[in-house]
Structures are given as C-alpha cells and as structure tokens.
T-cell receptor, first 113, second 114 residues
Framework: QKEVEQNSGPLSVPEGAIASLNCTYS??????FFWYRQYSGKSPELIMFIYSNGDKEDGRFTAQLNKASQYVSLLIRDSQPSDSATYLCAVMVRGGSQGNLIFGKGTKLSVKP | DAGVTQSPTHLIKTRGQQVTLRCSPK?????VSWYQQALGQGPQFIFQ???????QRGNFPDRFSGHQFPNYSSELNVNALLLGDSALYLC?????????????FGPGTRLTVT
C-alpha cells in the first residue's frame, strides 16, 4: 500500500514567520512530488512541484526533496494570513503513465496576524 | 486561458440513483483524471482518461465509470449511489503522458447522497 503521510496540524505560525510543512512517502521509486493549497470549501491549487533532489524556490515558497530519506517539505517565508489553508502533499505513483497521484490528508496551516 | 471547468457545482441525489458529472480540461490539455475527496481527507484517484480510453484506475468499484469525448471533455458516472459516495468530486487535467506531470484541478462538484 503506497502511502503519503503528513502531520494534520493545525500548524499555527505568526505573520511574517517561516511555515514548515513536511511529508513522507512510502514508495522509494517515486519520482514526482507536488504541493497543493486548498482553501476551505475550494478545490486544490497546485503551488509547487519538484522532481530532483534539493531545493526549488518560487517566490515565498521553497520545496525541498530528499529521496534517500523519502521526505519532501514546503517552506513558506514571510507567512501571510492569506496563506491560511490546508496544504496537500501528493506523490505520483511509480509506473503510472502520468499519475495517479497519491495524496496525504493535508496539513492545516493557520497564520495569525 | 480557460481553466478546468466542472458541472454541476452541487448535486443532491437519493440512494440508489445514478449521477453524471462533467469536466472540460484546461486549454492545451488532453488528459483528464477524476478524484474523490471525502471531508477531512486528501483526494483519492478514481481513474484517468487519455485518447478517449481509461488508462489507469484506482481502487473504486465498477459503479464508477467514465467517458472521454473527442474534444477531451469527460464524464464521471456513478450508479446505485450509496451514502458513502457523498464527497467532493474533482477533475484534474494535464498534458498528454510524457509531456509533463502537473495536474490542475477544476472547482469540483459537491455530491450529497441522502
């Protein structure tokens, strides 16, 4: 059973702080990793994807991937109240033509003004 | 640039009935995947369509079926509805397999089964 694990939170950070969201996955052969943001009552929005070990930065977001540890994280710098949402980690199943994404349950982030 | 669209937005059905949900992919995309998201859970993969054929299927019963049309739009059909089918149904579109891996979701259809 291929799994993606996330801390459900809630994770509470003050405005302007760095929020750190973590995710582990069970399939060592996974190659593609995604972070989605989901506001309450809305659909998931793709905010980052990473395919290679290391860091990938896009504005205030940094995705980090460590395949040896089967670990992927998302850092949000200068957190804003508008970042308050559930963040879903998704991993593409190895061998799938293009996913078949396996999602974690999500981490709820709350940014306090 | 038109994003992924889904209809209807909300739907209320009775146990045993059948339902059809519709999805149009983002401009330039030709692959459609369907997911079910129960409250408090991450989305679960139902199946994926490319070139009008079901290419992959998740762990869902045969009551769940689909179709893709020549214009790349897709339908999800669920027969013999159960209370447990109540969920947010999400459609995601992407480029053809091998071109890219990113999937973009539509706004979803909220299905309530009573």
């Amino acid at each position: 059973q291929k799994e993606v694990e996330q801390n459900s939170g809630p994770l509470s950070v003050p405005e302007g702080a760095i929020a750190s969201l973590n995710c582990t996955y069970s399939d060592r052969g996974s190659q593609s990793f995604f972070w989605y943001r989901q506001y309450s009552g809305k659909s998931p929005e793709l905010i980052m994807f990473i395919y290679s070990n290391g860091d990938k930065e896009d504005g205030r977001f940094t995705a980090q991937l460590n395949k040896a540890s089967q670990y992927v994280s998302l850092l949000i710098r200068d957190s804003q109240p508008s970042d308050s949402a559930t963040y879903l980690c998704a991993v593409m199943v190895r061998g799938g033509s293009q996913g078949n994404l396996i999602f974690g349950k999500g981490t709820k982030l709350s940014v306090k003004p | 640039d038109a994003g992924v669209t889904q209809s209807p937005t909300h739907l209320i059905k009775t146990r045993g009935q059948q339902v059809t949900l519709r999805c149009s992919p983002k401009s330039g995309h030709d692959t459609v995947s369907w997911y079910q998201q129960a409250l408090g859970q991450g989305p679960q993969f139902i199946f994926q369509y490319y070139e009008e054929e079901e290419r992959q299927r998740g762990n869902f019963p045969d009551r769940f079926s689909g179709h893709q049309f020549p214009n790349y739009s897709s339908e999800l059909n669920v027969n013999a509805l159960l209370l447990g089918d109540s969920a947010l149904y999400l459609c995601a579109s992407s480029r053809k397999p091998g071109q890219s891996y990113e999937q973009y979701f539509g706004p979803g259809t909220r299905l309530t089964v009573t």
